[in-house]
């Protein structure tokens, strides 16, 4: 209802009623409602946007966020159970496997070791769960790392095994001919007298007696470098390089079984026994070389005596007698 509104005329002294425009009254009426429909509209936001009034897509996202929290615990621990595992794992790697061949253990801070430098996560920042998204995205990254470090510590080691297996196979380790009867142990690596001169001299090898044509098998895998009499004393012999600064030598023999070049294995059947070279009866001369000095094969069969062998050899090859040469 609008109001009566008047207006003083000089003319007539009094005071007279202003009639209202039309126009105006429809304007009037208009204002009236778009401000009506513009405060419903703000109004309808407003509530939309309080949560006792969720409409069915807002309810069902919201039930799917809650769903993605309840998967994100679920991986949170299982993350927690990988870290474990990994932890034994590196734990039996620095402890065990580096340590048995002889690797440096792996540092802790290497293998735990963040990423430091720009805020890689800068993406994850400023929503409501940036903090969880965060938190196991920065695990699962250290875990990542944890793995190919652990990787390749066991390629390493893969590659040390092989190498140790190889290093073991190419040692002597057996007795160069068999061990039916140890009276062959003639003679040992030390002072002895010269069979030929009987002064007193020393025997760089160990001398095996045995009747000509007794097989000798190489002690250790090798290629065989020589097998000829061209060296003073030694008569027909064969050599073997082990690698690893490891050979051994084989001489007095009546004929060969291998030449030179050839791979052998340990406990090929490589000659037999004889009495070439400067020899006074049949028997095998020994010897072992590491880094081209002569050492006491003694210390290079426990691949195939028992501790009580091993201790009779010890006692004959200690017996300061007369050498074969
Ligand atoms: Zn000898």
Do not use: C
Not at 41 to 48: P, Y
Not at 67 to 78: A, H, V, W
Not at 195 to 219: Q, S
Not at 261 to 282: C, H, M, W, Y
Request: glycine residues 8%; neutral net charge; hydrophobic residues 35%.
């Amino acid at each position: 209802m609008s109001k009566v509104k008047y207006y003083y005329d000089p003319d007539t002294l009094s005071y007279r009623k202003i009639e209202p425009k039309k126009s105006k009254k429809y304007r009037n009426l208009f204002l009236f409602l778009s401000g009506s429909a513009l405060f419903g509209f703000l109004g309808l936001i407003i509530l939309l946007n309080t949560s006792w009034l969720n409409t069915p897509r807002e309810l069902s996202l919201e039930r799917e966020v809650q769903n993605y929290e309840l998967q994100f615990e679920i991986i949170d621990k299982k993350m927690e159970q990988m870290e474990q595992v990994l932890a034994n794992i590196e734990d039996r790697d620095n402890n065990i496997y580096r340590l048995y061949f002889e690797a440096n253990p792996i540092p802790e801070e290497q293998r735990r070791a963040g990423f430091g430098g720009v805020n890689r996560y800068k993406s994850l920042d400023g929503f409501n769960n940036s903090e969880i998204i965060i938190n196991a995205t920065q695990r699962l990254d250290i875990i990542q790392k944890q793995m190919v470090i652990q990787s390749k510590s066991l390629d390493e080691i893969a590659k040390l095994a092989e190498e140790k297996e190889k290093l073991l196979a190419s040692i002597p380790a057996i007795q160069p001919v068999r061990n039916e009867d140890l009276t062959r142990m003639a003679s040992g690596y030390g002072w002895r007298s010269d069979p030929f001169t009987k002064a007193r001299k020393m025997h760089w090898g160990m001398d095996f007696t045995a009747p000509r044509g007794v097989p000798i098998y190489a002690t250790g895998d090798g290629k065989v470098k020589r097998a000829d009499n061209r060296s003073s004393g030694y008569g027909k012999h064969i050599r073997i390089d082990h690698g690893y600064g490891y050979m051994t030598l084989y001489a007095h023999l009546s004929k060969y079984n291998v030449s030179v070049g050839q791979k052998v294995k340990r406990g090929d059947l490589i000659g037999f026994v004889g009495n070439t070279g400067r020899s006074e009866a049949p028997h095998l001369h020994y010897e072992v070389f590491k880094d081209e000095e002569r050492i006491n094969p003694i210390n290079f069969y426990y691949g195939s005596l028992t501790a009580e062998e091993f201790e009779n050899m010890l006692k004959f090859a200690n017996q300061e007698n007369q050498s074969l040469d």
